[in-house]
């Protein structure tokens, strides 16, 4: 049973005489909305058979009908917002139980690293110990001994060494003395005496010796000239090749003259003719 729109109207205009009439033996509205429901059916009964005498309860009867479907959708949807909160309810604890899992194995990861890592340090100081012992137990390397030879033969006098009379070239002639053969052989160094065509007293030198390619394998600076002509020893074991060349400079003025230069031809021991 549907209430219509005019059944709407004639409620609504209604209301204040119905207010006024006598309604004691009128059902309560719980009833006729249980009728409406059918919850009841004794109390359908009753209500049907006081409806059948008043019109007034048979229209509030056809309201509670007609309304009864809207109610019915907004109970549900009150209702509906509470399910996802009792999910999350249930879910919530299930949640913080595995965050706790998740953290005690980090932390159980964490102290396994930290012994790892201690235990690690202990065997890199166990072997620095080792190393430590071992070195210290192990005999000093012993220097290897100095050829001491050449300073010893050098200490002590030698007779018989090689005596060379160095005469310089002639360059303006353009032409020059046959180098003087010098045997180095049985002495340890050779004495080269540089005669000069035109000696200065207190003159200051460089002298230079150069081998058969022009190479320089030996030189000095700061030589100063006395009374005598400038003598030079030289050690034999320099003098390995044949042919050199001795060039003699002058210093003075901040420059370097090229004063005199001498040929010198070595003899060894093949080379000499000797055993």
Same mark, same amino acid.
């Given at each position: 049973m549907?209430?219509?729109?005019?059944d709407l109207r004639e409620a609504l205009g209604a209301g204040t005489r119905r207010a006024r009439a006598d309604r004691a033996g009128c059902?309560?509205?719980d009833a006729l909305a249980q009728a409406a429901e059918g919850t009841s059916q004794g109390v359908v009964g009753e209500v049907a058979e006081h409806l059948a005498q008043c019109a007034d309860c048979a229209l509030e009867y056809r309201l509670s009908s007609a309304l009864k479907p809207w109610a019915e959708g907004a109970a549900a949807a009150v209702a509906r917002p509470a399910r996802p909160r009792q999910a999350a309810a249930r879910s919530l604890p299930l949640a913080l139980a595995a965050c706790l899992v998740a953290c005690l194995g980090l932390v159980g990861w964490v102290l396994a690293l930290r012994q790892q890592g201690d235990r690690l340090q202990a065997r890199l100081a166990?072997?620095?110990r080792s190393?430590?012992?071992?070195?210290?137990e192990r005999p000093p390397a012993s220097a290897p001994a100095a050829d001491t030879?050449?300073? *010893? %033969?050098?200490?002590?006098?030698?007779?018989?060494?090689p005596l060379v009379d160095l005469f310089p070239r002639d360059a303006t002639r353009g032409s020059a003395p046959a180098a003087?053969?010098?045997d180095t052989a049985g002495s340890p160094f050779v004495v080269l005496i540089l005669n000069v065509r035109e000696p200065t007293p207190r003159a200051t030198y460089a002298v230079e010796i150069l081998d058969a390619r022009a190479n320089v394998i030996w030189s000095a600076e700061g030589i100063e000239a006395g009374s005598e002509p400038l003598t030079l020893a030289v050690p034999s074991r320099l003098l390995s090749? *044949? %042919?050199?060349?001795?060039?003699?400079?002058?210093?003075?003025?901040?420059?370097?003259?090229?004063l005199e230069q001498y040929d010198l031809r070595v003899l060894g021991p093949r080379r000499s003719g000797r055993p």
């Open positions: 549907k209430a219509t729109d005019d059902p309560s509205a166990d072997a620095s190393l430590e012992h071992a070195a210290a030879a050449p300073t *010893e %033969a050098l200490a002590r006098p030698h007779p018989g060494v003087f053969p010098v090749g *044949e %042919a050199y060349q001795i060039r003699l400079h002058r210093l003075g003025g901040g420059r370097r003259t090229l």
